[in-house]
């Protein structure tokens, strides 16, 4: 079973700037693929950021603003967040695909103040 770990969330002015960190809780095999999600209640969860091989994308309502990274290994993923508006708030989740399976983290909120 793998387990992610996100942390980074906070509460934070608008134009202010997060980190977001998504580590294994344990040794896993590298990922196929690494993303960040977010959810607000009553919406579907929505692809924010994926990164595969040498290759980003980015929703249209955070490109030019956040940034997807990961280390070496493929194991851990980073989303550095800058230009933050109050219509990102939300709980993030990132998911990495490994092997064919889907796995999540338990979600980290972030909440933009205007």
């Known amino acids: 079973q793998v387990h992610l770990v996100e942390s980074g969330g906070d509460l934070v002015q608008a134009g202010g700037s997060l980190r977001l960190s998504c580590k294994p809780s344990?040794?896993?095999?590298?990922?196929?693929?690494m993303a960040w999600f977010r959810q607000v209640p009553g919406k579907e969860r929505e692809l924010v950021a994926r990164i595969w091989g040498g290759a980003t994308d980015y929703a249209a309502s955070v490109a030019g603003r956040f940034t997807i990274s990961r280390d070496k290994a493929m194991t851990t993923v980073y989303l550095q967040m800058d230009s933050l508006k109050p219509e990102d708030t939300a709980v993030y989740y990132c998911?990495?695909?490994?092997?064919?399976?889907?796995?999540w983290g338990q979600g980290t909120q972030v909440t933009v103040s205007s």
């Open positions: 998911n990495l695909r490994i092997r064919g399976a889907d796995y």
């Open positions: 344990g040794t896993i095999f590298s990922a196929n693929s």
